[in-house]
């Protein structure tokens, strides 16, 4: 069973930084499609971005531009940086891990809040 613990939330200020990880406790292989969404206090989970197999990412339109996920298989961990975050960036933010045959995995969350 792999668990997934997500860490670097946090509060900033409107254009402030973070950069979130997500370790995973078991290996991380290049098939896994990794990625990251959010939910909103009243609104709906999204999709922030994912990364797969040779690096290929996906990236929500309002977060295109302004944050990057990485994967690091060696260390079983992916990361998101989010840069010049905006008040409605504020969201629980958690990482997803998708491989074939299996059902999803998913972290606890981490809050980000991004005040004005």
């Known amino acids: 069973q792999v668990q997934l613990a997500e860490s670097g939330g946090g509060s900033v200020q409107n254009g402030g930084s973070l950069r979130l990880s997500c370790a995973a406790s078991?290996?991380?292989?290049?098939?896994?499609?990794m990625g990251w969404y959010r939910q909103a206090p009243g609104k709906q989970r999204e999709l922030v971005a994912t990364?797969?197999?040779?690096?290929?990412?996906n990236y929500g339109d309002s977060v295109k531009g302004r944050f990057t996920i990485s994967r690091d298989n060696a260390k079983n961990t992916v990361y998101l940086q989010m840069n010049s975050l905006k008040p409605e960036d504020t969201a629980v933010y958690y990482c997803?891990?998708?491989?074939?045959?299996?059902?999803?995995?998913w972290g606890q969350g981490t809050q980000v809040t991004v005040s004005s």
């Open positions: 997803n891990i998708k491989r074939p045959l299996v059902p999803a995995y």
């Open positions: 990364i797969g197999n040779g690096g290929i990412t």
């Open positions: 078991g290996k991380i292989f290049s098939f896994d499609v």
